[in-house]
């Protein structure tokens, strides 16, 4: 039979169709993406050293370890997954990108990104944090996208992307990423984050588990997408 293309995404739910109403694109998936739980994405890329050879900054590593530990640990953890058929999405993004330069063109995790703040606006909780005894609701959601850089893993984030076109999404995407590389992210980037993606599918890993990456009420941790017989 044919074969399809198919994004392996954890830590989500209830997908339905979601109409992209800048493009009139249709995201086809098994429920509304991301909606489930306390779940997250917390990943670090590891590089071959010489034997004793120590890399990056060793508080910030720490300071990693010391947010996953305790988030693990306080924060109750529910998994869940699902295949998503990307055929239509990957067919947009190919007609898309036929029309943008190349600084704006789309990738996947912008799809990502996009399709997880419309489903967050339909259900805020999930934008929401735990704070002792009550929910705090957040008013404008600010995705987070896990970077592993030299020094260890930040996760700075894109703010107001319930306002945002898919175009805008990606080019604040790249110039988050290149700040990032560069170390001059602005504080609110790092603090204000409301929702966080992890995508490690550009390494072709089809599906992972991940930590919540507090105060977070829930992550989404994607894989690659892949071919799959229908």
Same mark, same amino acid.
């Given at each position: 039979?044919?074969?399809?293309?198919?994004?392996?995404?954890?830590?989500?739910?209830?997908?339905?169709?979601?109409?992209?109403?800048?493009?009139?694109?249709?995201?086809?998936?098994?429920?509304?993406?991301?909606?489930?739980?306390?779940?997250?994405?917390?990943?670090?890329?590891?590089?071959?050293?010489?034997?004793?050879?120590?890399?990056?900054?060793?508080?910030?590593?720490?300071?990693?370890?010391?947010?996953?530990?305790?988030?693990?640990?306080?924060?109750?953890?529910?998994?869940?997954?699902?295949?998503?058929?990307?055929?239509?999405?990957?067919?947009?993004?190919?007609?898309?990108?036929?029309?943008?330069?190349?600084?704006?063109? #789309? *990738?996947?995790?912008?799809?990502?990104?996009?399709? %997880?703040?419309? &489903? +967050?606006?339909?259900? /805020?909780?999930?934008?929401?944090?735990?704070?002792?005894?009550?929910?705090?609701?957040?008013?404008?959601?600010?995705?987070?996208?896990?970077?592993?850089?030299?020094?260890?893993?930040?996760?700075?984030?894109?703010?107001?992307?319930?306002?945002?076109?898919?175009?805008?999404?990606?080019?604040?995407?790249?110039?988050?990423?290149?700040?990032?590389?560069?170390?001059?992210?602005?504080?609110?980037?790092?603090?204000?984050?409301?929702?966080? #993606? *992890?995508?490690?599918?550009?390494?072709?890993?089809? %599906?992972?588990? &991940? +930590?919540?990456?507090? /105060?977070?009420?829930?992550?989404?941790?994607?894989?690659?997408?892949?071919?799959?017989?229908?």
């Amino acid at each position: 039979g044919a074969a399809a293309p198919i994004l392996g995404a954890s830590n989500t739910a209830s997908i339905g169709a979601v109409l992209y109403r800048d493009y009139l694109f249709l995201f086809e998936a098994a429920g509304l993406i991301l909606l489930v739980a306390m779940v997250g994405a917390i990943v670090l890329t590891h590089r071959k050293r010489p034997d004793g050879a120590r890399s990056g900054n060793p508080a910030v590593r720490q300071a990693i370890a010391r947010v996953t530990v305790d988030s693990k640990r306080e924060a109750p953890h529910f998994y869940v997954a699902v295949d998503i058929d990307m055929t239509k999405a990957m067919s947009f993004r190919r007609d898309l990108n036929d029309e943008l330069d190349a600084e704006k063109r #789309v *990738s996947v995790n912008d799809f990502i990104v996009k399709a %997880s703040a419309i &489903a +967050i606006g339909r259900h /805020p909780k999930f934008n929401s944090f735990f704070r002792d005894d009550h929910l705090q609701m957040n008013a404008s959601i600010n995705v987070g996208i896990a970077i592993a850089l030299e020094s260890g893993l930040i996760v700075p984030g894109i703010n107001g992307c319930e306002s945002k076109s898919l175009v805008e999404i990606s080019v604040a995407s790249r110039d988050l990423v290149a700040r990032a590389n560069s170390g001059t992210l602005r504080n609110d980037e790092y603090s204000g984050t409301t929702f966080s #993606v *992890s995508n490690l599918g550009m390494f072709d890993i089809e %599906s992972f588990t &991940a +930590i919540i990456f507090p /105060p977070h009420a829930a992550v989404l941790a994607v894989g690659t997408v892949k071919e799959q017989p229908v």
